[in-house]
């Protein structure tokens, strides 16, 4: 895991929607050695359909909450990334195949499917809800640090600013490690966090593509 995310955020952005896959599997065919069975990976039968349903509300709460965010020119402005002032072509290739294959697969399988069972395994629900949540926070630290240099209009970033951006997303990302977690619980499937790991990333490219393109235009 700790190879994948440095090669995801420094090696070449063309190879991530064929390591994350890759890198998934190979990940499947460590649990499935350990002795985890299928249904301990959240993949088991009729994991499918309780995913979708389960992963189809939460994804459904994303797109409104997005919607609304939007459509208010408050709240507009902080979907506003650097990193996604890009076309609807391009924005739609992301959310489309990027982040699916590059980023969900991958780390759904790490933290919710192998990753969780192991931990269930051994030390019961509580402990996999808990560590795969801080675990994810600390994923998001390399994110973190091209985030807040992609934003910054030269690039440099105070020390100070960066250790506050460091933080502020691996807390934000520990608590939606959380709900990922608890719905992969209460769901017992892998689909149900997968969906609405998408929606929170994918549809946040389109959103922040958006809301460029509604400043462009309004400019």
Excluded: C
């Excluded at 195949?97 to 759904?108: K, R, S, Y």
Aim: glycine share 12%; hydrophobic share 55%; aromatic share 8%.
């Amino acid at each position: 895991m700790v190879a994948v995310n440095a090669w995801v955020h420094l090696g070449p952005h063309r190879w991530h929607p064929l390591t994350g896959p890759l890198a998934a599997a190979a990940l499947l065919v460590l649990g499935r050695a350990a002795g985890l069975t299928w249904q301990q990976l959240g993949l088991g039968p009729g994991s499918l359909g309780r995913g979708l349903l389960w992963g189809g509300v939460a994804a459904g709460i994303v797109v409104a909450v997005y919607a609304v965010g939007l459509a208010i020119p408050a709240t507009r402005g902080r979907f506003r990334d650097e990193r996604h002032r890009i076309g609807g072509r391009r924005a739609s290739l992301l959310a489309r195949l990027t982040i699916p294959l590059g980023t969900v697969v991958f780390e759904e399988v790490a933290f919710r499917s192998v990753l969780w069972g192991l931990v269930a395994t051994d030390h019961g629900t509580a402990w996999a809800v808990g560590l795969t949540s801080v675990l994810f926070g600390a994923w998001h630290v390399l994110p973190a640090i091209d985030g807040a240099r992609k934003n910054s209009p030269d690039g440099v970033v105070p020390r100070a600013v960066m250790a506050r951006e460091v933080a502020a997303t691996v807390a934000f990302t520990t608590l939606a490690g959380l709900v990922f977690a608890v719905l992969r619980d209460g769901s017992d499937s892998l689909v149900t966090p997968a969906l609405l790991h998408w929606a929170t990333n994918g549809l946040g490219v389109l959103g922040a593509a958006l809301a460029w393109r509604l400043l462009d235009d309004r400019d």
